[in-house]
């Protein structure tokens, strides 16, 4: 079966850090994007932050650069998110896609999606 696991979510203080990450099983990631998204209660989905395989070029969103850090591990077909320095408005659910060989913050260029991992930063 073809699916992505996101895992690593919790409950963390405001200045705290969290490792998610977003496993693919039933297919490889090489030569896919593989975009982090969030999305907070009433809001819109936002991408955060985007890989590229094929040569490990990374983006993010201005909101979370210098905080957020995306990598890959491809001999275990997982693409992390390093989160650090929460802050309360991080909350949200994150979710992992793939299969835009692009990267893109637009959540209808992405054609596979987790789960999803919950987020919560209390103050």
């Known amino acids: 079966e073809v699916q992505l696991v996101e895992s690593g979510g919790g409950l963390v203080q405001a200045g705290g850090s969290l490792r998610l990450s977003c496993a693919a099983s039933g297919f490889s990631f090489r030569g896919s994007a593989i975009g982090w998204f969030r999305q907070a209660p009433g809001k819109e989905r936002e991408g955060v932050s985007c890989i590229r395989s094929r040569d490990g070029s990374t983006y993010y969103t201005n909101s979370v650069k210098g905080r957020f850090t995306i990598s890959s591990d491809n001999a275990k077909n997982t693409v992390y998110l390093q989160i650090n320095s929460l802050k309360p408005e991080d909350t949200a659910v994150y979710y992992c896609?793939?299969?835009?060989?692009?990267?893109?913050?637009?959540?209808?260029?992405?054609?596979?999606w987790g789960q999803g991992t919950q987020v919560t930063v209390s103050s």
């Open positions: 896609a793939t299969f835009s060989k692009e990267c893109s913050f637009y959540h209808n260029d992405f054609d596979l």
